[in-house]
């Protein structure tokens, strides 16, 4: 499963690095998401999906492909 | 009961904000083949609130900007959303809901997510010039009003006080921001945190009344306009806008004749249930953290969906899991971003580590009894992070210190 991520509404919440700690991290400072794995592994996919959800900006939407 | 007595299960879900909104979504990825109904007072499609007090201060916003869900997702997920009607009446004895239309909805589960209402003066109603900010329609109005505004008093120095006191000022309004604490945002944050918060709004230009100086008496108004704000202490700040930000109450007028326990929010269990199948989320949910082993109440985002999710699992597993969590908040205060993890109301302590809001990179954390409870941080997300995961792990203060100094 794929993912986009929209940058510019990203608060810097950190709930994504949490969630899926593979896949998401944060920068140093203001707590921007930074993505480590755009491809994750198809056993990441329950952690995508949480991060996705649980995002108070709604930044992350899954895709299918 | 009768819970049996509805052809196919059903669950309503009242509230439809980001608490309502998870809720119902995921009961339904999750495996809930029942119906789901879920019920909003507004009539917009169901939006995102953080921004109205940031954001969509500064420019105007179309309520489609805010949406929490694209068009059509909810509905193709096979959920009966009900806008513009509100409930007004829970039967927990006959498990049905009566909306403001005269619907009964029936239900097996019952989510309450009706949020909280703006608190309001005694008596601003009907004042023009006078306003709350609590849902979409009251953040355009606000917005528009600022426009023409020059000079806004803001009564309330909570997070939504100096937010919406940083967006006017931002937009060239003169501000008066009063406060009934020595300083803003005292309360959530301790007095030398807030000592600094205070002069980073000063710098800006805003101008403070706290302590006594700033008790409101009573609006000064020419015919239903407002002019100004008479304070109890002798002054007048005249003024042509003036917001209320003095806090919130739990939106729970409709449960007032029902079974369910109401004590500043609705009672829940540790698992968050209200009654027998009867479950309340978000900021309407006072419920027992045992992380901290304290009753809360919590009006942020994040604890919105975190606890939405919860229920729904709960739903779905059949069993009673605690709710745990620590509660997490962000704030914009000008280009600050402050972020806190944890419990921080009613510490009996805080230890800046490093920095200052000045600086814009801060570090402080929270003692109640002998734990650490809270983390406060600017400029400094990850590390932050860090120190949440001390909190979750019931970090004795002692061993917060040795951590610090470690880092240090």
Redesign the interface.
């Known amino acids: 499963m794929n993912f986009d991520i929209n940058v510019s509404k990203c608060?810097?919440?950190?709930?994504c690095?949490?969630a899926a700690p593979e896949i998401f991290?944060?920068?140093?400072?203001?707590?921007i998401v930074v993505v480590l794995n755009a491809h994750p592994p198809a056993e990441q996919e329950s952690k995508l999906r949480d991060a996705a959800?649980?995002c108070?900006?709604?930044v992350i939407t899954l895709s299918q492909q | 009961m009768s819970r049996i007595s509805h052809p196919t299960p059903r669950t309503v879900i009242v509230g439809a904000s980001a608490a309502g909104v998870s809720a119902a979504e995921a009961l339904r990825t999750r495996g809930y083949d029942g119906d789901i109904v879920l019920v909003g007072a507004e009539n917009h499609e169901p939006y995102d609130r953080p921004p109205l007090s940031k954001q969509a201060l500064h420019d105007p916003v179309s309520v489609g900007a805010l949406t929490l869900r694209p068009p059509n997702h909810l509905q193709n997920l096979g959920i009966d959303l009900r806008r513009g009607v509100a409930a007004v009446h829970l039967d927990s004895r006959h498990r049905k809901v009566l909306l403001e239309d005269g619907t009964d909805l029936e239900f097996e589960r019952l989510i309450i997510a009706t949020g909280v209402n703006a608190k309001h003066l005694p008596a601003d109603n009907n004042i023009s010039g006078v306003h709350t900010l609590r849902t979409v329609d009251d953040a355009l109005h606000l917005q528009a009003a600022l426009s023409a505004a020059s000079r806004l008093v803001v009564i309330g120095g909570g997070f939504l006080g100096t937010e919406i006191a940083a967006a006017a000022i931002q937009r060239g309004v003169e501000v008066v921001l009063a406060t009934k604490a020595p300083t803003l945002l005292e309360n959530a944050l301790g007095s030398e945190v807030g000592q600094q918060l205070t002069s980073l709004h000063q710098k800006q230009g805003i101008r403070l009344r706290t302590g006594n100086d700033a008790l409101v008496q009573s609006l000064r108004t020419n015919g239903h306009r407002v002019t100004g704000v008479h304070f109890a202490s002798g002054g007048t700040e005249n003024a042509d806008l003036v917001v209320v930000a003095i806090g919130s109450e739990p939106a729970v007028d409709w449960l007032r004749a029902s079974s369910l326990t109401l004590s500043d929010g609705v009672v829940c269990a540790a698992d968050c249930s209200a009654g027998d199948g009867i479950y309340a989320v978000g900021d309407v949910a006072r419920w027992h953290n045992p992380l901290f082993d304290l009753s809360m109440r919590i009006e942020h985002r994040t604890n919105a969906v975190d606890q939405a999710l919860h229920v729904a699992d709960r739903i779905l597993a059949g069993d009673r899991l605690p709710y745990t969590t620590v509660p997490y908040f962000w704030s914009d205060q000008y280009k600050v971003k402050l972020q806190a993890h944890g419990y921080l109301r009613d510490h009996d302590e805080v230890q800046i580590l490093q920095g200052s809001i000045e600086e814009g990179k801060v570090i402080a954390i929270y003692r109640k009894g002998g734990r650490l409870t809270g983390v406060l941080g600017a400029g400094a997300a990850k590390a932050v992070r860090q120190w949440r995961a001390h909190i979750e792990s019931r970090t004795t203060w002692a061993q917060a210190l040795e951590v610090a100094q470690s880092n240090s």
């Open positions: 608060v810097g919440a950190g709930v690095a949490i991290d944060q920068n140093e400072d203001d707590g959800v649980r108070p900006a709604a």
